[in-house]
């Protein structure tokens, strides 16, 4: 997701916090070995009469949440036009947007934008659904969907700095900006080091010093929310010796795992909320797999030899890397059995929907465990209760 769109309009007053999910509508399921209303003998005359049913305690388990609602809150999804059509508002009713990803084509005005994400709201609502996440890209520089918005300084004037300051300061900024917004998630920072100044990466980098990549980028996701909004570290394991843009070709990162291993410094011990996967392939970790799709990648790398606990998210995979192995809707299903929490099929609206069909029928075939799903609605579903309140 690279290219920058312009975005008209003035400030707007600021919207109220919308990541507390949304109360259910749906019926209650009751716990295994729920107790039953049961009879017993009166001591004194010898009849029955029923005993109360028990009262619901804060011990009693959560409804369980619906299958539906489980896999479609692992997919973000794009949506046409400035305002969600019937059919789409018809999917977020249903729980089948987790997530909706802004594009230049869906914003006129921040008012617009405004009004857009209060329908999705109204839609999920009237569904008994949590609200879907809304996110942009908004790095700066030449990959910024709201033009006029912050940040004013794209990372590599950020990283020209060398100032943790400048880089909290742009993220504080851009954060509260994109909250009045209602929008979510940035998906910035770019963390990427690149390996030499003429990588495609280098214009959206802060460096190639992963230390100063690392402090840099950790303050203006740090900045990002205390503004409100979460940040995203991109693209583990990291693009800097990629030798093209993944959302145009398919790509094999030859490096060794001695250079691979300056690219995970920006991601150790991170505070950001998400991390976005790439969709290029590392012989060094997983041969012939892209990382997206990679277990070793994703759990054994980011997970367990990182011990990375937020959200984790894919590129887009309505791209020619991912179309090389197999399809958006697909590779959605792998890149979910593999270890990620949400999948992005952003390149069209039907896209997303034919992703969804195809992995609720993994879920319903067991292929993507209940258990595997509900580990990822957990950490959801945190993201969403940790978001400050600017």
């Given at each position: 997701m690279l290219v920058a769109v312009l975005a008209a309009g003035g400030d707007e007053p600021r919207r109220a916090a919308r990541l507390a999910p949304a109360a259910s509508a749906q019926a209650?399921?009751?716990?295994?070995?729920?107790?039953?209303?049961?009879?017993?003998?009166?001591?004194?005359?010898?009849?029955?009469?029923?005993?109360?049913?028990?009262?619901?305690?804060?011990?009693?388990?959560?409804?369980?949440?619906?299958?539906?609602?489980?896999?479609?809150?692992?997919?973000?999804?794009?949506?046409?036009?400035?305002?969600?059509?019937?059919?789409?508002?018809?999917?977020?009713?249903?729980?089948?947007?987790?997530?909706?990803?802004?594009?230049?084509?869906?914003?006129?005005?921040?008012?617009?934008?405004?009004?857009?994400?209060?329908?999705?709201?109204?839609?999920?609502?009237?569904?008994?659904?949590?609200?879907?996440?809304?996110?942009?890209?908004?790095?700066?520089?030449?990959?910024?969907?709201?033009?006029?918005?912050?940040?004013?300084?794209?990372?590599?004037?950020?990283?020209?700095?060398?100032?943790?300051?400048?880089?909290?300061?742009?993220?504080?900024?851009?954060?509260?900006?994109?909250?009045?917004?209602?929008?979510?998630v940035d998906y910035a920072p770019v963390v990427d080091v690149p390996a030499s100044s003429s990588s495609f990466i280098a214009p959206r980098a802060f460096g190639r010093d992963p230390r100063r990549v690392a402090r840099l980028g950790g303050a203006f996701a740090d900045g990002l929310q205390r503004g409100g909004v979460a940040g995203t570290l991109k693209h583990f394991p990291g693009l800097g010796s990629a030798p093209a843009n993944t959302d145009f070709a398919s790509a094999i990162v030859s490096a060794p795992r001695s250079r691979l291993r300056r690219e995970l410094i920006p991601y150790r011990a991170t505070g950001a909320r998400l991390v976005m996967l790439a969709t290029a392939v590392y012989p060094a970790y997983d041969r012939g797999v892209p990382a997206a799709f990679s277990r070793r990648v994703v759990t054994g790398l980011?997970?367990?030899?990182?011990?990375?606990?937020?959200?984790?998210?894919?590129?887009?995979?309505?791209?020619?890397?991912?179309?090389?192995?197999?399809?958006?809707?697909?590779g959605a299903v792998r890149a979910i059995e593999a270890g990620a929490d949400m999948a992005l099929v952003v390149g069209t609206e039907a896209g997303g929907a034919t992703a969804f069909d195809h992995m609720l029928a993994a879920a319903k075939s067991d292929r993507l465990t209940r258990e595997r799903l509900e580990a990822s609605h957990a950490r959801v579903e945190s993201l969403r209760s940790s978001a400050p309140t600017p």
């Open positions: 209650p399921v009751p716990g295994p070995g729920a107790a039953q209303a049961t009879t017993t003998a009166a001591s004194t005359t010898g009849t029955t009469t029923p005993e109360p049913a028990p009262t619901s305690t804060a011990a009693d388990p959560p409804p369980a949440v619906p299958l539906r609602q489980l896999v479609g809150e692992r997919l973000f999804v794009r949506m046409n036009g400035t305002s969600p059509s019937r059919a789409f508002r018809a999917r977020v009713r249903r729980g089948e947007v987790g997530g909706v990803v802004l594009f230049g084509p869906n914003i006129s005005t921040r008012a617009q934008v405004r009004r857009l994400v209060a329908r999705l709201d109204a839609a999920a609502r009237a569904g008994g659904m949590p609200a879907p996440l809304v996110a942009i890209d908004q790095e700066g520089g030449i990959v910024k969907r709201l033009q006029t918005a912050p940040p004013r300084r794209s990372a590599p004037r950020i990283g020209a700095t060398n100032s943790t300051r400048v880089a909290r300061r742009e993220g504080l900024a851009t954060g509260r900006s994109l909250r009045a917004l209602g929008i979510d980011l997970r367990e030899g990182l011990d990375y606990k937020g959200v984790v998210v894919t590129d887009d995979l309505e791209t020619p890397a991912v179309r090389a192995y197999t399809s958006p809707a697909e």
